[in-house]
């Protein structure tokens, strides 16, 4: 079935098998590989994209659910200039990340999570982020990372 | 040193990529032409195979080819067999189980690789392989390795007679329970310790394409450096290394499990040749619960005896370690090499016996997993020095503080024959008491009583054992625009080596970081004598690699300037990037672009500024990361919920490179550490060794929520026995935590009497505690 919808500020038609999903559209149709998968129970958040401005986990929705919607991805965050998103930049300010696997799906729901929360506090952050699961970082830059992007003062080595 | 230097907390230079969507992890690639592998996995613990009907398979859409093992032995693939080489104390020699590639007759555990399908695409393959039909005999099986070596056991091997792989033992046992039962106290603790997933976030993925012409396999595959894969799976298919080219893009975690060779690396490589086309094969995480290998799963059994004064008068250990139901490439080393050598080290304890039993069960098979064996002995010391404390009527960080190695004694012998070179273990307990606020602590525990809480505070002393094996190459080539190319036989999978190796080559040729590229995980550029990244080995095997070989690039630079400059090579000094001959100067610059013009160079030279060292470290050349963490809880007593409200971290990881990383490699370990006390079980059904912990739903991965903030500090202590002082981080966190964590929560769990406590701690055991029931 033929699809339309909106990816990166660019308009994408494309055929699809009903049962495709969005995390599978974007990585093995549109090759935007940094949208990854880490699970198969949509437990682990690696998959976060935006879609109509909030965060989704892209491997638990149809892509032929999505006519007409506006979906960012990681790669499509930062400004047309390469300026990197304010959570972007925070994750290395904060050293957010060492493998980088979880990343994409950690700053996605970051962008979401400073949206919504100005000045964000630890424990907001640390419960926002229950869909999300890293194994590298012990959490504690990504969640400084987030909770300076919101505007909330972290100290910093 | 400067502003970029070692000791910089730099950002990293891997991250805009990383940040952007820009990673390249092996899924990523997409070879033209390529097929889908579906691995059909054994859903029985234990099964005799007494036929395989693979016709519906075979016509099923999409399908291409199915292979079962016979296919493979056809073409002479090998089983996989451990190295280990150890001997029970009667000289009976190790039980050392063949693992073939697909089942052969009979599995022996759940998820075991029976079948590959390739088809057209991932869902054809998994659609196919539900058309097997597999006429099976079931067959009693056993899960937990201490049932396994009842007499009446299912044998997993029955060559072997029965489930013990090894029975080894060090010390002399009646000498030591003699020592202990004439001691002043003795304390006895048993503990289970339990069995963990590692999942790294990346699930495993294999890709190979075979190249007829040069009748050459290349396999692309996350791994923890590309060397050990390549020799392995060659080695299975019976091939050159040469005949095998291994890339590892960027990598999503490691934790020691990926730095084993797995099976499917080898039926993968095989397959591409066989039919000619590329194959790729990505797990899903319901299937990396089942296939990647396991961490943990110990049983142990101690006995302590202390004098008067509350000093270790000796210590008696058995550890029984399960396998799984083949033996891992490193099996009882765990045990034995990385936890036994360690349990003598914090403590100056003279007399030990320690004895190791491998057992073979119907389960996955367990290997390496952050620290690997390394936890497991710092949890078992650490314990029995907090029953040491009850027993002899002293505080816990008293008693720690009378038994530790003191500095004066280093370099100290082990029981086991470690040297330790140095570390101020007292020191790194001070620090962190008074970071904790220990003397705080008696005010902050009324106040939670007030509240109706239970306060605890808990203390995780150890010392880990760093630098594994002792070889590794490093490259550095300068090119003619004077930017620098390092090629690492270590492998970043996380670590971020890219940024400080390029701090290390910025001391010695202050390069601008951005001019230092790392390339890495090809074996087509990975210098040959190349180990990879596992055993927290890469800032010491690595960064020495790339001390030494910037040291070599100096060498030579000097004389190339010393040629432009027309002056004696011996007189030439080299400063901040420039060379000086008396007020003659010429940049580093400048040299590198004469290196690479034959005509510029002195007679004879070689051109280039290309330069490699092979770091041979000398056999008592290892480092010891130690330090002390402070865990503070709170628990809920309704509930017998948890909540972290403190967590203090004080690490010896020697001179520090760059604190960013090395805080990120504690906070790390740390969460894995917490994750196995509070949370993570692998469970079978003891009956049936059914697997019930299958996936993220079921398997109690540590989410941001679960951890506190690590106020992390260090203590440093160069380590002597390498020039840059520095000591390994990786596994610190993972060493520390589960006593830090337990200590606390069995002092919380005081007014109830309760001693020890099994991890994961988890609400029900601490509610059964509090209930008066079995934990």
Same mark, same amino acid.
């Given at each position: ?95 957010? *990340? ?16 400073? %949206? ?29 990372? +987030? ?11 | ?138 067959? $009693? ?27 080894? @033992? ?26 963990? !997933?590692?999942?790294?976030?990346? $699930? ?35 091939? %050159? ?88 490439? =490193? ?30 069960? =119907? ?35 008293? !008693?720690?503080?009378? =038994? ?44 939670? @009583? ?8 808990? +203390? ?99 004389? +190339? ?45 070689? $051109? ?23 865990? @503070? ?47 993570? =079980? ?9 697997? *019930? ?26 380590? %002597? ?42 609400? @029900?055991? !601490? ?9």
């Amino acid at each position: 079935m033929k699809v339309s919808l909106t990816v990166n500020g660019a308009a994408v038609e494309r055929d699809v098998e009903p049962n495709t999903l969005l995390a599978e559209f974007l990585r093995e149709n549109l090759r935007l590989t940094g949208t990854h998968v880490g699970c198969d129970t949509t437990q682990c958040g690696c998959c976060i994209v935006h879609v109509d401005g909030h965060a989704v986990k892209s491997c638990t929705v149809f892509v032929a659910q999505l006519g007409g919607a506006d979906i960012v991805t990681i790669e499509g965050l930062a400004g047309p200039d390469g300026q990197l998103h304010p959570v972007q930049a925070a994750f290395q300010e904060f050293h957010g *990340l060492q493998c980088g696997f979880c990343t994409p799906g950690m700053v996605m729901m970051g962008a979401d999570i400073v %949206k919504r929360h100005p000045c964000a506090d630890e424990k907001t952050v640390r419960h926002e982020l229950e869909g999300n699961l890293c194994r590298c970082t012990g959490y504690q830059g990504i969640v400084e990372a +987030i909770m300076h992007a919101s505007g909330t003062k972290v100290e910093t080595h | 040193m400067g502003q970029f230097g070692i000791g910089q907390p730099i950002r990293r230079k891997e991250d805009v990529r990383l940040v952007t969507g820009g990673g390249r992890y092996s899924d990523d690639i997409q070879l033209e032409n390529q097929l889908h592998i579906h691995f059909f996995r054994s859903p029985h613990a234990h099964a005799g195979i007494s036929g395989i009907d693979l016709s519906a398979a075979r016509e099923a859409p999409g399908v291409h080819h199915v292979f079962v093992h016979e296919d493979l032995a056809a073409d002479g693939v090998q089983d996989l067999m451990t190295d280990v080489d150890f001997s029970d104390r009667d000289g009976t020699k190790i039980r050392r189980s063949r693992r073939p590639v697909l089942a052969r007759e009979r599995v022996r555990f759940v998820g075991e690789p029976v079948v590959m399908v390739i088809a057209e695409t991932r869902e054809q393959a998994r659609a196919a392989a539900d058309l097997i039909q597999i006429e099976w005999e079931e067959l $009693p099986a056993v899960a937990s390795s201490v049932a396994a070596l009842a007499p009446d056991a299912p044998v997993v091997w029955p060559e072997f007679d029965n489930n013990l792989g090894l029975h080894w @033992e060090l010390g002399d046992k009646d000498e030591i329970d003699a020592i202990i039962a004439g001691s002043a106290k003795s304390v006895t603790i048993d503990i289970v310790n339990n069995r963990l !997933i590692p999942n790294p976030m990346e $699930p495993r993925v294999a890709l190979a394409e075979y190249d007829a012409a040069s009748d050459r396999i290349t396999l692309y595959a996350p791994t923890q450096g590309v060397r050990g894969p390549q020799a392995g799976v060659a080695r299975l298919l019976g091939i %050159k290394k040469e005949q095998l080219r291994v890339i590892s893009p960027d990598t999503g975690g490691g934790f020691g499990i990926r730095g084993k060779l797995y099976l499917e690396l080898v039926a993968v490589a095989w397959a591409a040749r066989k039919i000619g086309r590329p194959v790729k094969w990505l797990s899903t995480r319901s299937e990396t619960f089942v296939s990647d290998y396991h961490g943990r799963d110990q049983v142990n059994h101690a006995v302590m005896g202390f004098d008067e004064t509350g000093r270790i008068t000796a210590l008696h250990a058995e550890t029984i370690l399960n396998v799984g139901a083949y033996m891992g490439e =490193n099996g009882p080393r765990l045990p034995i090499d990385g936890g036994g050598r360690i349990i003598p080290c914090s403590y100056d304890i003279e007399k030990f016996y320690f004895s190791v039993k491998t057992v073979y069960t =119907n389960t996955v098979s367990t290997d390496t997993y952050r620290g690997a064996g390394r936890p497991e002995a710092n949890f078992l010391l650490e314990r029995l020095m907090d029953l040491g404390a009850e027993a002899c009527g002293l505080a816990r960080d008293e !008693i720690r503080r009378r =038994n530790f190695i003191a500095p004066a004694k280093m370099p100290y012998r082990t029981q086991m024959g470690l040297l330790i070179d140095s570390g101020d273990f007292a020191g790194s307990l001070d620090m962190a008491l008074k970071e904790a606020d220990y003397a705080g602590f008696p005010a902050r525990r009324k106040e939670s @009583e007030a509240r109706g809480k239970l306060r605890g505070f808990g +203390i995780g002393s150890f010392v880990e054992q760093s630098g594994g094996r002792p070889v590794e190459e490093m490259r550095v080539r300068i090119e003619a625009d004077g930017s620098a190319s390092i090629f690492s036989g270590t492998f970043s999978h996380g670590q971020g080596h890219d940024t400080a190796y390029a701090q290390i080559l910025h001391d010695h040729l202050n390069l601008p970081l951005e001019q230092v590229k790392l390339i890495q995980g090809d074996t087509d550029t990975t210098p040959a004598q190349g180990v990879g990244t596992f055993g927290s080995r890469s800032s010491m095997m690595g960064g020495v690699g790339i001390k030494r070989t910037a040291e070599q690039i100096v060498v030579k630079a000097t004389r +190339i300037a010393g040629h432009l400059l027309q002056s004696d090579p011996e007189q030439v000094r080299f400063d901040e990037g420039v060379f000086h001959a008396g007020h003659a100067t010429v940049t580093f610059k400048e040299v590198a672009k004469a290196a690479h013009d034959p005509a510029r160079l002195p007679e004879g030279m070689a $051109p280039g500024l290309d330069e490699n060292w092979v770091y041979n470290r000398h056999a008592d050349h290892f480092n010891f990361p130690n330090g002390c963490h402070i865990c @503070e809880l709170e628990i809920d007593p309704d509930l017998g919920t948890v909540e972290i409200l403190r967590y203090t971290a004080v690490d010896d990881c020697g001179t520090v490179l760059n604190p960013l990383l090395v805080h990120g490699q504690v906070y790390g370990g740390v969460a894995q550490g917490l994750g196995q006390a509070m949370l993570e =079980n692998t469970v079978y059904e003891e009956e049936t060794a059914q697997f *019930l912990s299958g996936s993220f739903v079921d398997y109690g991965m540590p989410r941001a929520h679960h951890m506190a903030h690590i106020a992390a500090y260090f203590n440093v202590v160069p380590c %002597k026995t390498n020039e840059l002082g520095v000591k390994g981080a990786g596994e610190a966190g993972a060493c520390a935590a589960p006593s830090a964590f337990v200590g606390a929560v069995v002092d919380a769990l005081k007014p109830y009497g309760v001693s020890h406590i099994d991890m994961p701690v988890t609400p @029900e055991r !601490i509610w059964r505690v509090i209930a008066g029931q079995a934990a």
